[in-house]
């Protein structure tokens, strides 16, 4: 897994085009230069923007994003717990109301609506755990690349469990997609864990190796 996008180039320069002898042809290169603000309005700019929007998934908008969720094989959509008639105040037997407001029943759909960043973190997630072999350097390597350097994983060695340990709070947004889609790279048939912790830790090594005593890290 690569953290950095190839560059590519648009542009289209169709003033080559002209020969030296061309030089006092001013019609003719008029003609030539009206074809290249054609070019670099429908070619150029047009392929910037799809590299920028679809391709590059650090900069891809929602569409994109949706592109790269059907290559994927990954789903967008989660579907929200229904909620009971208990607690629920409204008008008539079917609970019309306001819509979405304080205890009133909500209408139509139960599906959550995901941030934009939080779909560029499924992708992300979904991209290592197709392309990842489970060992633990390539797995570390996709979690620096997908979080930063205070994320890291842990391997129990025993197959029953891996570890995926932050130092630092995880957002609530970056919560909510761990705990509903398992795209955590890791050794098939092992299970996972999610760690914070907070604290300031003391041990030895990148990963805080250490003693497993009192405040060290595991």
Excluded: C
Aim: aromatic share 16%.
């Amino acid at each position: 897994m690569s953290d950095t996008v190839t560059e590519f180039d648009y542009s289209v320069d169709l003033t080559k085009a002209l020969l030296w002898e061309y030089n006092d042809a001013e019609k003719l290169q008029s003609l030539i230069n009206q074809k290249q603000s054609w070019y670099n309005e429908n070619l150029t700019e047009f392929w910037q923007n799809w590299y920028n929007d679809v391709f590059n998934v650090e900069t891809a908008n929602d569409f994109g994003l949706r592109v790269w969720s059907i290559i994927l094989n990954v789903s967008f959509s989660i579907e929200q717990e229904e909620r009971t008639d208990d607690h629920i105040w409204g008008f008539g037997g079917f609970h019309k109301n306001f819509r979405d407001k304080a205890n009133f029943k909500p209408v139509g759909n139960n599906e959550i609506t995901l941030s934009v960043e939080q779909k560029r973190l499924i992708i992300k997630l979904r991209y290592a755990q197709l392309v990842s072999r489970g060992t633990l350097p390539e797995i570390n390597s996709a979690l620096r690349l997908i979080f930063n350097h205070n994320v890291f994983a842990v391997d129990s060695y025993d197959m029953s469990s891996f570890y995926m340990v932050s130092t630092e709070q995880l957002t609530a947004d970056v919560q909510y997609v761990l705990e509903k889609y398992d795209l955590l790279p890791r050794p098939a048939g092992v299970g996972i864990e999610v760690i914070v912790y907070t604290i300031r830790e003391f041990g030895f090594a990148p990963y805080y190796n250490n003693f497993n005593d009192a405040y060290f890290g595991e």
